[in-house]
């Protein structure tokens, strides 16, 4: 063998390797691949357009990249073969073997797959101008070698029905914006775990409870119910005589302004201008009482248990402010029954709700189910199942919590520890 034909045989071999790299590299790009990224890509990106196409019909990408690499493996193996045979004898056939092996395992293999795992958009989108003519001119024999190997796999009753355009559920779009990091604000990460959460939250989760039902008892006096109507932050009360389990109507308050300042206020004018009250039943997924409110065009819902007694109230605004947060800033933003104190820990009001206390200290305290505690009170009678003396402490869901007042019938103020949080439990 002379010299010349020496340097041509360790270039063809360069080369062979090279493009063994590109079809492994290559295979391994395209299928690591975020779908759903390359759909979003796909609108400005001609590389990503291209790739895209490429991967509506995997089987046949696979086997044009699988017969490329097989030939030029193939081919690099006999080059190799050959060229020890005329420069060692039979004893070269092992030598070639072994170096062909580690070369083609590094160079070929392992290196290029693992720079397409970790960079796929950078290798897969180039590769695909190469792959799609590649693809053309090779279709007859990839088609060939498609049909063999799917007849094999119906031999062994694998089903080859085409599969949709993959589907994420609720939980894995929550954890891919979980997970999303810096390209997204904590904010906008928030709001969207929020909206996504409408599913499984119920509006006892966000009802203003029966006891702090601001509404218009027509027991009281005109004076008093001019007074209410003027100073209230709501543009709807609830018009109720005695208990608002009897309640009547749903007054807009716009409504009654021009007849105050007319002075041709009255109980029948109040009457007149209440509207039908809507009732929700308890346990009402956000989700659905929201499109409930979009259908009727109600502002207003009382919320009531199996008996027809009404346990709250649940307004358009609760539910929003469930996603986008408390419509207030900074240290407003945190509710104003929930006190930061200098060790770190939380002096809260036994009404305040579990779930915004969660939201105000980052904790974990609620919990799931219909029947799960709403206030900080109604969590710690239900680990305790009596009424606390002050000084008591009682471990919940591994926060330390420490009851600081209490009254007759419930905790009046509690010491919440956000610090010492419970470990992460692993999902399977």
Request: proline share 6%.
């Amino acid at each position: 063998m002379t010299d010349l034909s020496l340097v041509a045989l360790i270039g063809a071999l360069v080369v062979l390797i090279v493009v063994s790299a590109f079809f492994s590299g290559s295979e391994t790009g395209l299928m690591a691949l975020n779908r759903y990224r390359l759909r979003h890509l796909a609108r400005v990106h001609p590389g990503a357009r291209r790739a895209r196409r490429l991967l509506e019909q995997p089987d046949r990408v696979i086997g044009l990249i699988v017969l490329g690499n097989n030939f030029v493996n193939i081919l690099a193996s006999s080059l190799a073969t050959w060229a020890a045979l005329e420069l060692f004898g039979e004893a070269g056939i092992a030598l070639a073997t072994v170096a062909l092996t580690v070369i083609i395992v590094i160079f070929a293999e392992v290196a290029p797959k693992t720079a397409a795992a970790l960079h796929p958009e950078r290798l897969a989108f180039p590769a695909a101008r190469v792959l799609a003519p590649l693809l053309r001119v090779a279709y007859p024999l990839v088609r060939v070698v498609n049909w063999l190997s799917n007849g094999l796999l119906r031999l062994l009753r694998m089903r080859l029905t085409e599969r949709g355009e993959e589907r994420l559920s609720t939980e894995e779009l929550r954890t891919v914006v979980s997970e999303a990091g810096l390209r997204m604000s904590d904010r906008y990460r928030s709001m969207l775990v929020g909206l996504l959460d409408l599913q499984k939250v119920t509006v006892d989760h966000v009802m203003v409870p029966q006891n702090e039902i601001a509404g218009l008892d027509l027991d009281d006096g005109e004076r008093s119910l001019m007074e209410t109507i003027l100073t209230s932050s709501r543009n709807r009360l609830p018009i109720y005589r005695g208990d608002v389990n009897a309640v009547e109507g749903v007054v807009p308050i716009r409504r009654m302004i021009g007849p105050i300042g007319r002075g041709e206020f009255s109980v029948e004018a109040l009457r007149a201008a209440a509207r039908e009250p809507y009732f929700t039943p308890l346990g009402t997924p956000l989700d659905v009482q929201l499109r409930a409110f979009q259908s009727r065009q109600e502002r207003m819902a009382l919320v009531v248990d199996e008996y027809g007694d009404v346990q709250g109230l649940v307004t358009p605004a609760d539910i929003v402010e469930e996603v986008v947060g408390e419509f207030a800033t900074g240290a407003a933003a945190m509710t104003a029954d929930v006190h930061p104190q200098a060790d770190g820990t939380f002096l809260v009001d036994g009404g305040t709700s579990v779930r915004d206390l969660d939201r105000a200290i980052g904790s974990s305290l609620s919990g799931d189910g219909p029947l799960a505690p709403r206030t900080l009170n109604g969590l710690i009678l239900e680990h305790l199942e009596s009424i606390p003396e002050p000084g008591t402490s009682v471990l919940i869901s591994g926060y330390p919590i420490e009851i600081m007042q209490t009254t007759e019938h419930a905790v009046k103020t509690a010491r919440v520890d956000p610090r010492q949080r419970p470990p992460a439990v692993p999902r399977e």
